[in-house]
């Protein structure tokens, strides 16, 4: 299978770091064919503007969703851009691994998408949701929370973690036409032992081996 991997955290020998390098080292042994984007390590530029293209539509007002129409018609997407591009058109699973910072994703993460995930080319046209370019493909959110599960409870202090997800996986990653697999949530990982980041750690790797096999969650029920 052609799984990417993105990771999105600023620190490599954080826990995020390390369910990074576990998911890439388990996956290219069982065979499968990864690639990667660190997102701080590739310093990659979120901010999105005219450097997006090699193409100019209207030099003088810049509306990015037309520019983006225009660049998949005539080729025109920045070299940085259209390496992204490759990896999500070329991918059958997609993994987001990040910390989730102020109750979304890190702003690095959440630039890639306003960047990479261009209208004309990933969606448009009337192609979302289940008639979305990416159908057929999975994606998985392997996300770490600063507190524990219990806050993340319907009735816990910070709410439902299903709900604080729901616009990525609904808004961004449903939007494009990807079927999603549950999420992996480490609950507060900087408040564990080690053996207890150990366990989780290696209840990652269990479900990892049998990715392949996992069904989509229907659609709504995460």
């Known amino acids: ?7 999105a ?3 490599p020998q954080s826990f995020n770091g390390a369910l990074f390098r576990e998911a890439e080292q388990l996956l290219r042994e069982a065979g499968h064919t990864v690639r990667t984007s660190d997102l ?6 979120p901010i999105s503007g005219r450097h997006n ?3 100019v539509k209207d030099p003088l007002y810049f509306k990015p969703q037309a520019e983006e129409i ?3 018609e005539a ?3 920045a070299p940085d851009i259209e390496r992204e591009l490759k990896k999500l058109e070329w991918c059958e699973l997609m993994i987001w691994q990040f910390p989730l910072w102020w109750f979304g994703l890190p702003a690095v993460l959440k630039g890639w998408v306003d960047r990479v995930f261009v209208m004309g080319r990933t969606y448009g ?3 979302m949701y289940d008639q979305g370019v990416f159908r057929g493909k999975r994606a998985l959110l392997s996300v770490t929370t600063g507190g524990p599960r219990r806050a993340y409870e319907e009735d816990g202090l910070h709410g439902d973690i299903q709900a604080i997800l729901r616009p990525v996986q609904r808004g961004i990653l449903e939007f494009v036409g990807f079927s999603l697999l549950a999420p992996h949530i480490v609950y507060g990982p900087a408040h564990l032992t080690h053996e207890e980041r150990k366990t989780a750690l290696f209840s990652y790797s269990r479900r990892l081996e049998s990715i392949v096999s996992e069904s989509p969650c229907p659609v709504g029920s995460y």
């Open 70 to 72: 225009f660049a998949t």
């Open 1 to 7: 299978m052609n799984i990417f991997l993105v990771i």
């Open 125 to 127: 046209y009337g192609r």
């Open 53 to 55: 293209f090699s193409t």
């Open 40 to 45: 701080y390590a590739m310093q990659f530029n």
């Open 9 to 11: 955290h600023p620190e």
């Open 75 to 77: 080729g025109g997407f």
